[in-house]
């Protein structure tokens, strides 16, 4: 039950995260300065590679995150949801503030990113508590 807690956690933050984009993606194109196409759309956009990070990327945080909330006894949806988020908004956002700030993006980025971050680690520890 466990693989399946991870790879359905790691999907759901994925399919959030297209979401997310979605709905913020002027924003996030002119914050974060990726390199556009003729019809204003990320260069990389057709490639295969972002993706597949991302889902191997996604994998690693649920499978660790599951590790985690076993070996802490986090066992409930309410547990999984608050520790999931605390992951996203104490752990990852202040790590992409860290490389948004050295690097001379906006605080927006750093909403925009940081939010998919808390967000997706809630709903993935959510899910790793129900399965």
């Known amino acids: 039950m466990g693989f399946l807690a991870v790879v359905v956690g790691a999907a ?4 959030f995260g297209a979401f997310w984009y979605g709905v913020f ?8 300065k990726v390199p556009l196409d003729d019809d204003n759309n990320p260069k990389n956009m057709r490639s295969p590679v ?7 990327s996604l994998l690693l945080v649920a499978g660790m995150m599951r590790h985690s909330f076993a070996t802490a006894g986090i066992d409930t949806l309410g ?3 608050m520790s999931g988020a605390g992951i996203g908004l104490f752990f990852v956002t202040p790590w992409v503030a860290l490389f948004n700030g050295y690097s001379m993006h906006s605080q927006r980025l750093t909403l925009i990113n940081g939010g998919y971050a808390t967000i997706g680690c809630a709903l993935m520890g959510a899910i790793l508590t129900l399965l």
Do not use: E, M, R, V
Request: with cysteine; proline share 5%.
């Open 79 to 81: 547990k999984g949801l």
């Open 25 to 32: 993606s002027n924003a996030w194109k002119t914050d974060s």
């Open 12 to 15: 759901a933050s994925f399919a």
């Open 50 to 56: 972002p993706y597949i990070t991302c889902a191997i």
